[in-house]
């Protein structure tokens, strides 16, 4: 776990899926340490990454850019992005910039077939 001031990105994996959760505000000001983050998880090339919302209090389309690297970046490799816990105004976000049609969003956790197997609710 990596701490950035009052942000935090975790990541978590099992076999091959990802899980990164974010927290706290994510603005332009963290989009740096979003994108590393997940694009840090890309490296072990699983074949879902999930990007966890729940802990998200704040998000800007400055901050949901950060998302675009490792989109594009997953497609190459084929890695299926889904993100959960993706509250109204997540949801609204990353619409905006255009990514729902490149992500899978789940209001809640991820559906059978995209989570961890030793995921906990």
Same mark, same amino acid.
């Given at each position: 776990?990596?701490?950035?001031?009052? @942000? $935090?990105?975790?990541?978590?994996?099992?076999? /091959?899926?990802?899980? =990164?959760?974010?927290?706290?505000?994510?603005? %332009?000001? *963290?989009?740096?340490?979003?994108?590393?983050?997940?694009?840090?998880?890309? @490296? $072990?090339?699983?074949?879902?990454?999930?990007? /966890?919302?729940?802990? =998200?209090?704040?998000?800007?389309?400055?901050? %949901?850019? *950060?998302?675009?690297?490792?989109?594009?970046?997953?497609?190459?490799?084929?890695?299926?992005?889904?993100?959960?816990?993706?509250?109204?105004?997540?949801?609204?976000?990353?619409?905006?910039?255009?990514?729902?049609?490149?992500?899978?969003?789940?209001?809640?956790?991820?559906?059978?077939?995209?989570?961890?197997?030793?995921?906990?609710?």
């Amino acid at each position: 776990m990596r701490r950035f001031g009052r @942000r $935090t990105v975790r990541t978590r994996q099992a076999r /091959d899926h990802v899980v =990164v959760q974010l927290s706290g505000e994510i603005i %332009a000001a *963290a989009a740096e340490r979003v994108d590393k983050g997940l694009c840090n998880a890309l @490296r $072990t090339h699983p074949l879902v990454l999930e990007v /966890d919302l729940q802990r =998200v209090t704040f998000m800007t389309t400055d901050g %949901a850019r *950060a998302f675009l690297p490792a989109l594009l970046e997953a497609r190459k490799y084929g890695i299926r992005v889904i993100v959960t816990h993706a509250g109204a105004e997540a949801r609204g976000t990353l619409q905006r910039l255009g990514l729902s049609g490149m992500l899978d969003i789940h209001e809640g956790d991820a559906p059978d077939n995209g989570g961890p197997a030793n995921r906990t609710s």
